[in-house]
């Protein structure tokens, strides 16, 4: 059982930055890949980055590629989703998701929802023009 708590989400206005955390039990959260997914209201929940078990390896979408940073402190058993540049159409609620079946997901993309099993419950993130 994993469980897996968002937070660092808010208001903040156009070219802005926030930093979200998610906060991950369990020993073994070091051999797991990671990931960021999206949802805005009245969409599908889309991938925005994945790291690997030692962070070694991370993968972006498009949309986000050169803005965005995810990193991970496995001492802390916490990964972070740096925002920069923020722009209106980040708004939505940021989700965290664990893979307990893989350790790197960056190879294939890691845009799979299937493939993470473990998901926290979601933090808001709302960008102001």
């Known amino acids: 059982q994993v469980q897996l708590v968002e937070s660092g989400g808010g208001l903040v206005q156009t070219g802005g930055s926030l930093r979200l955390s998610c906060a991950a039990s369990?020993?073994?959260?070091?051999?797991?890949?990671m990931g960021w997914f999206r949802q805005a209201p009245g969409k599908e929940r889309d991938f925005v980055a994945t790291?690997?078990?030692?962070?070694?390896?991370?993968y972006y979408a498009n949309s986000v590629k050169g803005r965005f940073t995810i990193s991970r402190d496995n001492a802390k058993n916490t990964v972070y989703l740096q925002m920069n540049s923020l722009i209106p159409e980040d708004t939505a609620v940021y989700y965290c998701?664990?893979?307990?079946?893989?350790?790197?997901?960056?190879?294939?993309?890691?845009?799979?929802?299937?493939?993470?099993?473990?998901w926290g419950q979601g933090t808001q993130v709302t960008v102001s023009s």
């Open positions: 998701a664990a893979s307990t079946q893989y350790s790197d997901l960056s190879y294939i993309g890691g845009s799979d929802r299937e493939k993470y099993d473990y």
């Open positions: 369990g020993r073994t959260f070091r051999n797991y890949a």
């Open positions: 790291i690997s078990w030692s962070g070694g390896n991370t």
